[in-house]
């Protein structure tokens, strides 16, 4: 069946734009995660959706950062008034969400958006 | 808090040879520990985690790691590399909860 999608691919912008990054977890998954993979450094959490649960926004680094979910669906990550340092790849996960331990949920991951922030 | 550091950002090894990969964590609650693998424009794909049942855990393409808490260790290997296992890998830890908390990743090369 279809993965975690992501779009766009690749997306250049200068700095002070805000943009949108795209997040089409697979289908029935419940739980859906935003990571972030900055140059030398591993992945970090950002941001957890489950269900119609308030998301878990503990891992946004600042306000600029922003994440809808809607339809318990489609993801969208805003960063407003980009910054050099919002260079990254960013990557989605989704979930089943239905385990019991949620730790021992797998999480399926997305190509990943390489965001260049000029 | 949980981390991970993995030991070696790039590793090279010959078609056939011994794969080793080492991840060393550090957690304050009983960790829950995983290898992921990604491969060029793909996403990261489970290869296997541990999650207390065993503490040597069998993957996905012939990979195992074992769990050793004496040494806060969790390194992946795999007896004989092929040309399809270069790709890079990530050793990730969570507590009790969702949140991954992933290594630098380490960079295989294969050679032939």
């Known amino acids: 069946g279809a993965g975690v999608s992501q779009s766009p691919s690749n997306k250049v912008t200068e700095k002070g734009k805000d943009v949108e990054l795209r997040c089409d977890p697979i289908?029935?998954?419940?739980?859906l995660y935003w990571y972030r993979q900055s140059l030398g450094q591993g992945l970090e959490f950002l941001i957890y959706?489950?269900?119609?649960?308030?998301?878990?926004k503990s891992g946004l680094p600042s306000d600029r950062f922003s994440a809808e979910r809607t339809g318990g669906s489609v993801s969208t990550l805003t960063i407003q008034r980009t910054q050099q340092e919002d260079s990254a790849v960013y990557l989605c996960?989704?979930?089943?969400?239905?385990?019991?331990?949620?730790?021992?949920?797998?999480?399926?991951f997305g190509p990943g958006t390489r965001l260049t922030v000029l | 808090a949980q981390s991970v550091t993995q030991l070696g950002s790039h590793v090279s090894v010959s078609e056939g040879a011994l794969v080793l990969l080492r991840c060393n964590y550090s957690?304050?609650?009983?960790?829950?520990l995983f290898w992921y693998v990604q491969y060029p424009n793909q996403g990261l794909q489970l290869l296997l985690k541990?999650?207390?049942?065993?503490?040597l855990v069998k993957g996905i393409n012939g990979f195992e790691a074992e769990f050793k808490k004496s040494e806060t260790s969790f390194h992946l290997t795999k007896p004989s590399a092929h040309m399809s296992d270069a790709a890079e890998y990530f050793c990730?830890?969570?507590?009790?909860?969702?949140?991954?908390?992933f290594g630098a990743g380490t960079t295989v090369t294969v050679r032939a």
């Open positions: 996960a989704s979930s089943t969400g239905t385990s019991g331990w949620r730790f021992l949920d797998t999480q399926y």
């Open positions: 289908s029935g998954h419940t739980a």
């Open positions: 959706f489950q269900g119609n649960s308030a998301p878990d």
């Open positions: 957690s304050s609650v009983p960790p829950y």
């Open positions: 541990y999650t207390s049942a065993a503490t």
């Open positions: 990730a830890v969570s507590g009790n909860d969702y949140k991954l908390s």
